[in-house]
């Protein structure tokens, strides 16, 4: 899924107590505020969830490939090639135009951290760290992300990178390679994904029979006549 930039809202949820200042916001109650954090919390589930229909690698069923992972840039690659031939002199020949297997690299990230109502997730990560409870979400979902590139990578299957302007078909998945670094968080994983193009042709079989006499009939080319030489009428008359 492609990552949304949502605007926050105008207030900030903070809790009235001791030693805790009054800051400026347009909410009146406490209440208010907390319905505006949690409205867009909703907002922004909204708009990945919709997302997720529009940007990613989806299999022949349509459903997504990777879905702890969000999409940041997709680059495609698609092209044609023209057969040369040198001839006498130095001159050369172009002929048949043939196009090759396009390419797409996904850029995908993941940290782990997924949109949730409230602050489930944030408890849930501090009892992980409290070693309360066994492996955080965020844990899960990295671990998730990595062995779903690792099956993806090694199968024969056919997806389909989707974007909201064109659908790209038969792409296999031929590489990957994965960077975090501390500039970014070393728990933010960065792939970046190479699809190559199948190109999908029909192929002639024929059938096998125990007489010669009853193999079908097998088109190979047109074939033209021409009129026996003399020697060879003779030959055939004896």
Known sequence: MVMQTVAQPVTANVISGAGVPKL????????????????????????????DKLWGIFDSSGTAVITSGRVRAIDMRAGYMISDAPLENGAFMSYNKVKRPSEIMVEMLCDGTSVSYGNLSAISNLLSTAGITGASPELTARTS???????????????HVTTPEQTYSNMNVVEYSMRRSVERGVTLLWADI??????????NQ?????????????????VSTETATSAQAASISG
Not at 29 to 49: C, H, N, P
């Open 194 to 203: 190479r699809m190559q193009e199948v190109r999908l042709t029909a192929s």
């Open 145 to 159: 992300f990595t062995k779903a590139l690792d099956a993806v990578v090694a199968d024969l299957n056919l997806y």
């Open 24 to 51: 400026w916001s347009p909410v009146i109650s406490d209440a208010e505020a907390v319905a505006s954090v949690e409205l867009d919390t909703l907002l922004q589930s909204y708009l990945i969830k919709q997302a």
């Open 206 to 222: 024929l059938t096998k029979t125990v007489k010669p006499s009853g193999e079908a009939k097998a088109f190979s080319g047109p």
